[in-house]
């Protein structure tokens, strides 16, 4: 990746939320066409520093690099526009709505009929289903409730839906964590389609083995720090979680206790 450019640059984080650290100086990039795994355990800090990429936090101290340029996101629309989405792990769908219109919601294909605007089903079905087959989804028809989707199928709808309005960098949270093991498999393949289209994949998770499946690096966060950043290929899975779980202390505890942990 010498020879490429960051599409974003965190650099040196803190936020603190009164006396509380929240993040104590931390550091990642993303490249487009990448998969960054953020991986860390309840509490490492991971949501906060998430949101302070997608503006919903200002940085108490740092720097945010967006295509090379600082910028200070005032609030997540801000980070929208820029082209950096965020997919939550409960999704903003509406179960009764039918897929193409959750996923033209809030922006809405119109069509005039004379003075009338109407919304133009005809062009957001049409979208839809071509949307969804490229991520591999093949729906029954647009007017599918989502409701009746699998929780997997979902993620790749929000996926899909977010990367064709533009996102540069898409940030997915937590997005196999309740979810079955076929459905898992369908979003880690979205998100390799997604990479393999240029888009740069801020991938949360606390599963190693996830993480291993798509990740190109790995930056492990511990008490709002960067424990580091591994490459794919020079890192074990074990040695991640060591990493996750605090290897040291836990290697410490095993020797005090005679290797019964």
Sequence with gaps: MADRKPIIQMKDIQKHFGSVIALAGVSVDVFPGECHCLLGDNGAGKSTFI?????????????IHFEGQPMNFADPRDAMTAGIATVHQHLAMIPLMSVSRNFFMGNEPIKKLGPIKL?????????????????????????????????GERQTVAISRAVHFGAKVLILDEPTSA??????????????????????????????????????????????????????????????QDMMAGGQELASLEGSLGGTV
């Design 51 to 63: 949101k302070t990429m997608s503006g919903v936090h200002k940085p108490t101290s740092g720097e």
């Design 119 to 151: 919304f133009d089903h005809e062009y957001a079905n049409r979208v839809t289903m071509e949307e969804m087959k490229k991520m591999g989804i093949n729906l029954r028809g647009p007017d599918q409730a989502v409701g009746t989707l699998s929780g």
């Design 179 to 240: 979810l079955g093991v076929r459905q898992t498999s369908n979003v880690l393949a979205t998100i390799d389609k997604v990479r393999k289209q240029g888009v740069g994949v801020v991938f949360i998770t606390h599963n190693v083995r996830h993480a291993m499946a798509v990740g190109d690096r790995y930056t492990v966060l511990n008490r709002g720090q960067t424990l580091g950043t591994a490459v794919r290929g020079e890192i074990t899975p074990e040695e991640l």
